[in-house]
């Protein structure tokens, strides 16, 4: 079902506008307008909704400053290497290598994280289709205690900072949730996105989501940029784990704008 809904998603773009249509530019409004509680889906066989294929990549550990912090402010960069060394200290070397590659990216490009998209307002949120139960306990204690955390950071830093709008796309450092070496530890991410949230690879798409679980349900808060693809190393299905496996549940608007 997803890679048909690609496919004729992608087919439906080009016919009606061509390749230079951005379905960002047409459905960011939309989203940024939608102030609504979530529709909760119990029903996968309602018509107005799709599952998507993704693997679970991971779980954020910590978010950090915005990719145009990183390239003008020396103290976030210091702050940042700080927080990679608290994390990673049993594999630091390849961290800082993978942070210094992610560095060049960014003096190279000021576009670099532009393209992600923050869902302040999820449209619809499910309960996991597949068996999920082996990879609950496990999460849910890793992310309340990257939240409290964040928490804390969060209170000290609003103390000495004002609150702004719609957040700037941020980066974070990621944990696989079943122990196995991560694809990746560092990324960009929408504004949106917290410690604890999942970092989904939707397969048809070839897009990184972030989703959020509220108890038993999920809901996608945003999207992230393929951290392999900013140096042209794709990520493949063979990447994961097959119990990494997690179907995604979206609705017309969400699936088309996860087809740029």
Same mark, same amino acid.
């Given at each position: 079902m997803g890679l048909e809904l690609?496919?004729?998603?992608?087919?439906?773009?080009?016919?009606?506008?061509?390749?230079s249509v951005r379905p960002i530019d047409q459905v960011a409004r939309e989203y940024a307008s939608w102030t609504s509680s979530p529709r909760t889906i119990e029903d996968i066989r309602d018509p107005t909704i799709f599952s998507l294929p993704a693997y679970i990549a991971g779980m954020i550990r910590c978010t950090g400053p915005s990719?145009?912090?990183?390239?003008?402010?020396?103290?976030?960069?210091?702050?940042?290497?700080?927080?990679?060394?608290?994390?990673?200290?049993?594999?630091?070397?390849?961290a800082y290598r993978e942070d210094d590659r992610l560095m060049q990216v960014l003096l190279k490009s000021k576009t670099v994280g532009t393209g992600v998209l923050s869902f302040p307002h999820p449209?619809? =949120?499910?309960?996991?289709?597949?068996?999920?139960?082996?990879?609950?306990?496990?999460h849910r204690k890793k992310s309340n205690k990257c939240k409290?955390?964040?928490?804390?950071?969060?209170?000290?830093?609003?103390?000495?900072?004002?609150?702004?709008?719609?957040?700037?796309?941020c980066?974070?450092?990621?944990?696989?949730?079943?122990?196995h070496n991560s694809l990746?530890?560092?990324?960009?991410?929408?504004?949106?996105?917290?410690?604890?949230?999942?970092? =989904?690879?939707?397969?048809?798409?070839?897009?990184?989501?972030?989703?959020?679980?509220?108890?038993?349900?999920?809901?996608?808060?945003?999207?992230?940029?393929?951290?392999?693809?900013?140096?042209?190393?794709?990520?493949r299905e063979q990447d994961f784990k097959s119990h990494e496996k997690l179907e995604l549940i979206v609705d017309v608007e969400t699936a088309y704008i996860l087809m740029v």
């Open positions: 690609d496919f004729r998603g992608r087919l439906v773009k080009r016919l009606l506008g061509g390749s990719p145009k912090r990183m390239r003008s402010d020396l103290d976030e960069v210091d702050k940042w290497r700080e927080r990679i060394y608290q994390h990673f200290q049993a594999d630091l070397g390849n449209r619809i =949120c499910w309960k996991p289709l597949a068996p999920f139960e082996p990879m609950i306990d496990g409290q955390q964040w928490i804390r950071e969060l209170s000290v830093a609003q103390q000495t900072k004002p609150s702004v709008g719609t957040p700037e796309s980066l974070y450092l990621i944990e696989r949730v079943t122990g990746w530890k560092i990324g960009i991410a929408a504004g949106a996105a917290q410690p604890g949230d999942l970092v =989904c690879w939707v397969r048809a798409a070839r897009q990184i989501v972030i989703v959020r679980m509220d108890g038993d349900w999920l809901q996608i808060v945003g999207t992230a940029v393929d951290p392999k693809d900013l140096w042209g190393e794709g990520i």
